[in-house]
Structures are given as C-alpha cells and as structure tokens.
Nanobody
Framework: QVQLVESGGGLVQAGGSLRLSCAASGSIVSVGVMGWYRQAPGKQRELVATTTSGGNLNYATSVKGRFTISRDNPKNTVDLQMNSLNPEDTGVYYC???????????????WGQGTQVTVSS
C-alpha cells in the first residue's frame, strides 16, 4: 500500500508564513503528479499547486507569487512554502499524489489525511 504523510500547518497571523511537507511511502514504483489541495469550511476542495515529476508547476491564481511548491523525486516528497498568508488561506490542506505501486499497472490517486492551516486577521 501507499501512504501520504503530511506535516506542518498550524495557526499563524496574517502576513506570516508556514511550510507544509508530505512524504509518500510504501511499495512505490513511480510517482507522477504531486501537489496540494485545500478545503475551507463550507466550500469544495480546490487545487492549490501541483508539480509533475518533470518539474512542470501549476498554481491556483489566488496563491501565485505567495506560495511555492517543490518536490524531491528520489525521496518522493513535496513541500509547500506559504508566504504572505491571509485569512482566506484558512482551511484543511491535503497532499495529493498519483502513484503507481508494485501491485498496479497504472497510477492511482492517493490523499493525505489533511492538515489544518488557520490564518488569523
């Protein structure tokens, strides 16, 4: 099986910074897209940022210029550096990865358990 384990998150004042980290582990053959999504109370889960194994990056418009996604391919980790946070960034942040495990011939989507980010005004 494959697991995504997240760390980071917490409470920060507006204008502050936080860093989220996620590590994929298990019987991994290959990892495709890795990224972060978030869900605010009463809202649908939305994309924050993703990165391919080749280094192509994609950001939500609302976080461009403030958030930076990075990954370490050999370690199967992905980080999200969040700067200039504002209260609208509050929510549960989920790590995402498309992973092909030893028992599959195709990539499957995996999610972390979620980590809370709260930005106070």
């Amino acid at each position: 099986q494959v697991q995504l384990v997240e760390s980071g998150g917490g409470l920060v004042q507006a204008g502050g910074s936080l860093r989220l980290s996620c590590a994929a582990s298990g019987s991994i053959v290959s990892v495709g897209v890795m990224g972060w999504y978030r869900q605010a109370p009463g809202k649908q889960r939305e994309l924050v940022a993703t990165t391919t194994s080749g280094g192509n990056l994609n950001y939500a418009t609302s976080v461009k210029g403030r958030f930076t996604i990075s990954r370490d391919n050999p370690k199967n980790t992905v980080d999200l550096q969040m700067n200039s946070l504002n209260p609208e960034d509050t929510g549960v942040y989920y790590c995402y990865s498309a992973v092909r495990s030893r028992w599959q011939t195709f990539e499957q989507n995996y999610w972390g358990q979620g980590t809370q980010v709260t930005v106070s005004s």
